[in-house]
């Protein structure tokens, strides 16, 4: 049975390791240049400040994806708090049927209860569930572009 909860970063962090190495195989740009090596003290550090929020699916208790939240007064904008999806992934064997979207949709929901005045999504161009975040009432907002170096 499918499930989806709030969960502190330790221990989601040690399970979900695997599941990042192949979520950064997927969707990294320049894995020549640029290696998987997530910061988890600055990680730790921002949930204990109360700005990280990790959320979860499980299958029968197994890990198959996640959504990690920053939630912050923004820096242009300081008495608004923006809600900014980190990292969003979903095993690809689990990419089917309404799974994704009906996760996506709660992990929204969820946010909304830290009462952020917006949203945001990044996606790869090559990933894009803008489809999706639409039916959640979201709309195209910005485009990003990246130059790597090395």
Not at 42 to 62: C, F, M, P, S
Not at 100 to 117: D, S
Request: charged share 30%.
């Amino acid at each position: 049975m499918i499930t989806f909860q709030k969960e502190p970063l330790f221990p989601f962090v040690d399970e979900a390791l695997a599941l990042f190495k192949e979520h950064y195989e997927e969707i990294a740009e320049r894995t020549d240049v640029i290696e998987l090596d997530p910061d988890l003290d600055r990680y730790q550090t921002l949930e204990n400040a109360k700005i990280l929020e990790v959320h979860t699916a499980r299958d029968d208790g197994k890990l198959v994806g996640y959504s990690v939240w920053m939630v912050v007064n923004h820096l242009h904008y300081k008495k608004s708090v923006t809600a900014s999806s980190d990292i969003l992934y979903i095993h690809p064997d689990y990419r089917k049927g309404l799974l994704g979207y009906r996760f996506l949709k709660w992990t929204t929901e969820e946010i909304k209860k830290r009462l952020p005045q917006r949203i945001l999504f990044h996606m790869k161009p090559f990933l894009d569930y803008g489809h999706l975040v639409e039916r959640l009432g979201g709309h195209y907002f910005e485009k990003t572009y990246s130059i790597v170096l090395g």
